[in-house]
């Protein structure tokens, strides 16, 4: 039993020895740190996040008719419609590739994806920062919403690199805090770009940044040998969860498959809260930059300036979590339940559109839920997914989560346009 054993492993080391040595591998006694790592899984997420920010209050300019900076070829599109195309492409993109890129990830590893997904940001946003057609506009950024395939592949990526479950949580809510600082950040810096170097120099500068990353990434983002080890013997998908059974394996799988619907209610109702918090979220996230611009005459940097408050609510909002979980350790699903129930104060938006302050404070509520949810989701996931699965579940979940994003876009634009008119139609002074 022993030299059987012993063959097995002497036959994985085979395999992982005859790699190409271009994909460097994390080993236990390698001298690259966790740290470094989480770094950098940290710093692709923050660009996926930053492509969305930076423009997300110059994007009014560019599809406003009455000025010059106004994309071509957008026809009788209105304003708002035409904004709402626009986050309706980049979120319809970001609905088909997690799941795949999850999968593949089990599969081959995830740094390969990884580094896909980063370089592929880095060429599209530089193509991007060069169009001024409305229509190609678009289905640019449906493509790179496809590249966002990679953050359920980062959050499977923390899984496999941490030991523990308060590890995890760490991890994942560091990781969470990386679209906490670009959602903060990127709206002014983006206001002042466009300012000063142009309404297509954020676009440029995403495209630098990603340009960085992936060079930094490539040399330094090492694959976990656990995880490689069980991609190159095969132990992944269902193989590997006939590894974590007792007995016959055809009993072990009857047993299974009598708690099958059990555990397809359990992923559905996760996925589901995903999809429903997200939604709820978007569709009041939507009406932000055009209130600011309309209600209150903001300027993309005006206006980007206030993404500050987002962004310091949303990184205390992650310190919350991981207190409450690993200091206090109440369980993560009670906190992602309590904090979905603050939703309510979404309802209370449409009251606020002439008080700039009543306005604010709502949208800083908010944001200092959306960390708890967003940060115990993926944490849920992972305690709950299959053995050898975790980066396709993950990619389910980023998958609800992106139709959650979808559903408002392409209604939230025209029913801001249209249905809410009353509210910004009529004169009436602007109170501080």
């Not at 979905?340 to 559109?353: E, H, M, R």
Request: glycine share 10%; with cysteine; proline share 6%.
């Amino acid at each position: 039993m022993h030299s059987s054993t012993t063959g097995v492993e002497d036959l994985a080391e085979a395999r992982v020895s005859l790699l190409p040595e271009s994909i460097p591998l994390d080993r236990p006694n390698s001298t690259r740190s966790i740290s470094l790592r989480l770094f950098l899984v940290c710093a692709i997420v923050f660009v996926d996040n930053l492509g969305v920010s930076i423009i997300l209050n110059v994007t009014p300019v560019l599809v406003d008719p009455s000025l010059p900076t106004c994309l071509e070829g957008m026809g009788n599109v209105d304003a708002g419609s035409a904004f709402a195309i626009l986050m309706f492409a980049f979120n319809f993109g970001m609905m088909f590739s997690p799941p795949l890129f999850g999968k593949l990830s089990d599969l081959y590893g995830r740094r390969p994806l990884l580094l896909f997904s980063i370089v592929g940001m880095s060429v599209l946003y530089g193509i991007q920062s060069v169009t001024y057609s409305f229509w190609a506009f678009t289905g640019l950024r449906f493509v790179i919403g496809l590249m966002g395939g990679g953050r359920p592949v980062a959050s499977a990526y923390i899984c496999d690199i941490t030991s523990d479950v308060k590890e995890q949580i760490r991890g994942l809510a560091w990781m969470n805090i990386a679209p906490a600082i670009s959602y903060g950040l990127g709206p002014p810096l983006g206001g002042f770009l466009a300012g000063y170097c142009g309404v297509m120099s954020p676009l440029t500068a995403v495209s630098i940044l990603a340009t960085a990353i992936a060079i930094l990434s490539w040399y330094y983002l090492t694959e976990d040998a656990v995880k490689l080890k069980q991609v190159n013997d095969g132990r992944v998908g269902e193989t590997a969860l006939n590894d974590q059974v007792d007995g016959p394996v055809p009993t072990a799988r009857a047993g299974l498959s009598r708690n099958l619907f059990n555990k397809t209610a359990l992923y559905m109702t996760v996925f589901m809260i995903g999809l429903l918090a997200n939604a709820m979220y978007m569709m009041v996230f939507l009406s932000f930059p055009l209130v600011l611009k309309d209600e209150f005459s903001f300027s993309p940097f005006q206006a980007g300036m206030t993404g500050i408050g987002d962004g310091v609510l949303a990184i205390l909002g992650n310190w919350l979590y991981m207190y409450l979980a690993t200091k206090i350790c109440i369980r993560v699903s009670y906190i992602c339940l309590l904090a979905c129930s603050s939703g309510v104060v979404a309802c209370l938006t449409p009251i606020f559109f002439d008080s700039i302050l009543g306005f604010l404070a709502i949208r800083y509520a908010m944001g200092l839920a959306c960390p708890l949810i967003f940060s115990s989701l993926p944490q849920i996931v992972a305690m709950i997914s299959p053995p050898g699965r975790g980066g396709e579940f993950m990619g389910y979940l980023n998958m609800f989560l992106s139709i959650g994003n979808v559903i408002p876009t392409p209604v939230g634009g025209p029913l801001y346009e249209h249905c809410l008119a009353f509210l910004t139609d009529t004169p009436r002074p602007k109170k501080l």
